[in-house]
């Protein structure tokens, strides 16, 4: 980490499918520095990343296309079934967008940046939530949260509800929150209360 101050970091997390996307767009379009651990995971498996011959070695040639990418589905159908291969795909994503993150956050602090966001789904899982001065947690009702899982993976109730399972109890990771936002509301709504939110931390920050 650089010898500058480093900035304040806002953690937000939440469920799959409760609004974490869409709640960090809002803070990027009101100028937040957002680190991203999904982003990060994607360019990490993407053609020619550097989890890919770790992923390679683990779980062999069937969960890659004939033209070397990785089949995100076929993954995802054997991780999300089994805790142990969950935990050793874990193993091998985790720590490097950890890396990632401390390096992007290092950057951030050399330029003397006020605050930046880290939205990290498993934050409290993996520890993550050591390194904020506040954490967000979108949340939303379990029905509207399973309907979502449903329609945004093409899913039947029992897959997505395992997927939702394989995370964190939502009350637990509520009763861990600074600040809860809900978006089983309109997204102006949500946009609204997360602006309002925002603009006070930082004047906070600023006086």
């Known amino acids: 980490m650089s010898a500058n101050r480093r900035p304040f970091l806002l953690g937000l997390t939440g469920g799959i499918a409760t609004g974490k996307t869409t709640a960090s767009a809002t803070l990027r379009e009101l100028g937040a520095h957002v680190i991203d651990a999904d982003e990060i995971s994607r360019s990490l498996t993407a053609e020619g990343g550097e989890a890919l011959p770790a992923i390679r070695e683990v779980f062999g040639d069937d969960v890659f296309c004939a033209n070397g990418t990785l089949n995100r589905s076929a993954l995802g159908r054997i991780v999300f079934a089994d805790q142990q291969r969950r935990n050793a795909l874990e193993s091998i994503i985790h720590p490097a967008i950890q890396r990632r993150m401390m390096d992007e956050i290092d950057r951030a602090a050399q330029a003397e940046e006020t605050l930046c966001v ?16 506040r954490i967000w947690v979108t ?69």
């Open 139 to 207: 949340t939303v009702d379990p029905a509207t949260q399973l309907q979502r899982v449903m329609q945004r993976d093409n899913l039947d109730a029992q897959q997505a509800q395992a997927r939702i399972d394989s995370q964190m109890n939502a009350e637990e990771r509520e009763q861990r929150a600074d600040l809860l936002i809900r978006t089983d509301r309109s997204m102006q709504d949500t946009a609204r209360e997360i602006t309002k939110r925002y603009n006070e931390l930082l004047s906070g920050l600023q006086q």
């Open 118 to 133: 880290l939205t990290v789904p498993l934050m409290f899982e993996t520890g993550m939530d050591a390194l904020c001065d």
